[in-house]
């Protein structure tokens, strides 16, 4: 069932075949296969140990795959490129753990993302200042803190942390962006909030999100990736999923 379809390398964004990786002989990642298509949210679950964090660590560049094939936008191998170069063709990855500056105002939270972005052509884009405000207000007004603009980062509720970082992540301008767990740790209320929010960032932008939380991931509504011992072993809808049988057994059922 892990094969892609003829045709995925060119239509995807993302494009996994066949990606193994071992530490000291332990098959963490096993012939996973994946394929994320423009525009497409996908989430990823599945028990402790599945593989989640390995494969982000393989699409980012932190680990090398032994074997398989990695690919950004039909024709760029990931596997050649180390973090930072994949970083600059617009690969964004938020942690469970959020980190933003403390002791900056949340707005200077934004700017100094948006001035990290490395590409001479962001550097030359964001001269005026004017544009690069704009840019701020817009990122600020979608994850909602615009009102809060002037306060410390660290004073924050962690779910509000945690909207301020996928900001910052937004102001790299990725095609795609690797979200981990973003519901842990938030209030019934904020995970709600966070659905909503990756749903409107899922409008022009592809987006992987890893997270536990089954409520959350039916409110996202979108197709689920379940991974077990490295590799696929269901993906569809969540009530297809949900009622797989090896799912209950492996995941779900515990
Ligand atoms: N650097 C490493 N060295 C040795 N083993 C590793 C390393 N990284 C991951 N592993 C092992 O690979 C397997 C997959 O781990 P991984 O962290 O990718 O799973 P996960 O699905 O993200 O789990 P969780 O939901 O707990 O975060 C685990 O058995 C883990 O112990």
């Not at 599945?50 to 393989?58: F, L, P, S, Y």
């Not at 939380?213 to 569809?236: N, P, Q, W, Y």
Request: avoid cysteine; proline fraction near 4%.
């Amino acid at each position: 069932m892990n094969a892609p379809v003829p045709g995925a390398l060119t239509s995807s964004l993302l494009y996994l075949d066949g990606v193994s990786v071992s530490f000291d002989g332990f098959k963490a990642i096993r012939g996973l296969s994946l394929t994320i298509a423009p525009g497409e949210m996908r989430a990823i679950i599945g028990p402790n140990g599945a593989g989640k964090t390995t494969m982000m660590d393989i699409i980012t560049g932190k680990t090398k795959p032994d074997l398989g094939t990695v690919m950004f936008a039909g024709t760029v191998d990931l596997t050649r490129l180390d973090e930072a170069a994949i970083a600059n063709l617009g690969i964004g990855r938020k942690f469970q753990k959020p980190t933003v500056f403390d002791f900056h105002s949340i707005e200077d939270n934004i700017l100094l993302a948006l001035k990290s972005k490395r590409t001479v052509g962001r550097t030359l884009f964001w001269k005026t200042e004017s544009a690069q405000q704009k840019r701020i207000d817009e990122i600020l007004g979608i994850v909602k803190l615009a009102d809060r603009r002037d306060r410390l980062a660290g004073s924050l509720s962690h779910g509000q942390k945690q909207w301020l970082e996928i900001g910052m992540l937004l102001a790299q301008d990725p095609k795609l962006l690797l979200v981990d767990e973003p519901a842990a740790g938030m209030t019934d209320g904020e995970t709600a909030q966070t659905a909503v929010l990756l749903k409107e960032i899922a409008q022009d932008h592809s987006v992987i999100v890893v997270e536990h939380d089954m409520g959350f991931i039916r409110e996202l509504g979108v197709k689920v990736t379940v991974l077990h011992e490295g590799s696929v072993l269901a993906e569809g809808p969540l009530d297809q999923v949900s009622a797989n049988e090896r799912v209950v057994e492996v995941y779900l059922g515990r």
